[in-house]
């Protein structure tokens, strides 16, 4: 399964962006996907998943939203209301078998795009 993420940029506080997870090699129905982000300096977190529904990291709630759309084989995360401590590089991951507790952790997932960078200005 390779992953290929897009998307990112730079844009002002309150903004905008959309991030795209293109998958090949298997189907986004078939696999858990999720996006995690990593400032400069912090630990990698979780910020949003998809399983049988979607699941948020609290501090994203109401502003992002992840989906999916299987005929592009493409996971979306659809970001609004941008924070300055929304800037990161976002990472999308996919794995099999993921068990929804264990989504928020890293380790379950097998596969990892290559990034893209979030910059939100003040």
């Known amino acids: 399964v390779q992953l290929q993420a897009s998307g990112g940029g730079l844009v002002q506080a309150g903004g905008s962006l959309r991030l795209s997870c293109a998958a090949s090699g298997s189907t986004v129905i078939r696999l858990v996907i999720a996006w995690f982000r990593q400032a400069p300096g912090k630990e990698r977190e979780f910020v949003a998943g998809f399983k049988s529904y979607p699941s948020y990291a609290d501090s994203v709630k109401g502003r992002f939203t992840i989906s999916r759309d299987s005929a592009k084989n493409t996971v979306y995360l659809q970001m609004n209301s941008l924070k300055p401590e929304d800037t990161a590089v976002y990472y999308c991951?996919?794995?099999?078998?993921?068990?929804?507790?264990?989504?928020?952790?890293?380790?379950?997932?097998?596969?990892w795009g290559q990034g893209t960078q979030v910059t939100v200005s003040s």
């Open positions: 991951a996919a794995g099999t078998g993921v068990i929804t507790s264990n989504m928020y952790n890293g380790a379950a997932y097998t596969y």
